[in-house]
């Protein structure tokens, strides 16, 4: 994350794309972290309680795949079976704010420490992911929703950033839907391709392990404003706040550490049906304000030179 130098980039994709072949795996994934992640109480005032709202971030949770050369899963398992922990996650899943018929879901992935590119710049403590999700009301499926969209945002606030879209409509569950974690940055693509592709080729994803071998996540409920998750220590980050700064676990230092979370990370819907335009102009405008910048960067060294 929080790259600052790398090449904007955009990349909105209506389907999945071909990523290498996948180990054969049996389903598995997200894990409550605590009871009251279950709980048959809307606790939120969304409507929904939390038990169903942690069924469905359980059935639509993707299956989370990283590099053989992976070094630091953290507090997630590793190639080595180190520990073999699950990873750690905390999710938010609401009416979609568009389009009340629809859910939408994000899913932050977190990490002790984001360790950088392979010249081990742009490293930092505490690291977070996210994913989003939007579903749509299914009468066929057995919680009543299917997918329709993934969208993953990589070094997402940045000039970095690489956005996918991936369509899955009628998918009753995405426990099977790939999507690739670049090595030691752990920016998460829906596309292989984009991966490989990504920030001047210095990403690279592959499919060597899911967390605990079976893509076990533990999961914390963010909850929506007023009442949101406060402590993290129940996903193995003591200290560690929703509503602060991420720094992982380690010695909180917001200058460096992403977030807070409830801000830059979990605020973001998923894509909402007919919303694909919007995002594509919001990509190019984006696109268009980081190469202005950089337009601008080189007329002030060229004036300094001439000067
Ligand atoms: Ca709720
Ligand atoms: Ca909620």
Not at 2 to 11: D, E, G, H, I, K
Request: charged share 15%.
């Amino acid at each position: 994350m929080r790259p600052r130098t790398w090449l904007a980039v955009l990349s909105l994709h209506l389907v999945s794309g071909a990523g290498p072949t996948l180990a054969q795996e049996a389903s598995s994934g997200l894990q409550a972290a605590t009871q009251t992640d279950i709980q048959a109480t809307d606790l939120d005032g969304d409507g929904l309680t939390q038990l169903r709202e942690f069924e469905l971030a359980r059935a639509f949770l993707p299956r989370i795949w990283f590099h053989g050369q992976e070094g630091c899963p953290q507090p997630g398992g590793n190639p080595a079976h180190y520990g073999n922990n699950p990873g750690s996650l905390v999710f938010r899943l609401r009416p979609h704010p568009s389009d009340s018929r629809l859910i939408a879901i994000v899913y932050v992935l977190l990490y002790r420490n984001d360790c950088g590119n392979p010249l081990g710049i742009e490293s930092h403590p505490g690291d977070a992911e996210p994913i989003t999700v939007t579903l749509e009301p299914n009468s066929t499926c057995a919680t009543g929703f299917s997918a329709y969209t993934v969208t993953t945002r990589a070094h997402y606030p940045g000039p970095g950033q690489v956005t996918g879209t991936s369509f899955f409509v009628g998918q009753c569950s995405l426990n099977d839907v790939p999507v690739f974690v670049s090595k030691n940055k752990h920016g998460s693509y829906i596309r292989y391709s984009d991966c490989q592709a990504a920030v001047g080729g210095f990403e690279t994803c592959g499919t060597a392990f899911t967390m605990a071998d079976q893509n076990v996540w533990l999961g914390n409920n963010a909850g929506e404003e007023p009442w949101v998750l406060g402590s993290l220590d129940a996903i193995g980050f003591s200290g560690e706040s929703f509503v602060s700064p991420f720094c992982g676990g380690n010695p909180v230092n917001p200058a460096v550490c992403p977030g807070p979370m409830s801000v830059s990370k979990v605020r973001k819907p998923g894509l909402r049906k007919g919303g694909i335009l919007h995002e594509l102009l919001a990509g190019l405008r984006r696109t268009a304000k980081f190469l202005s910048h950089t337009a601008e960067r080189r007329t002030g060294a060229i004036s300094r030179v001439r000067r």
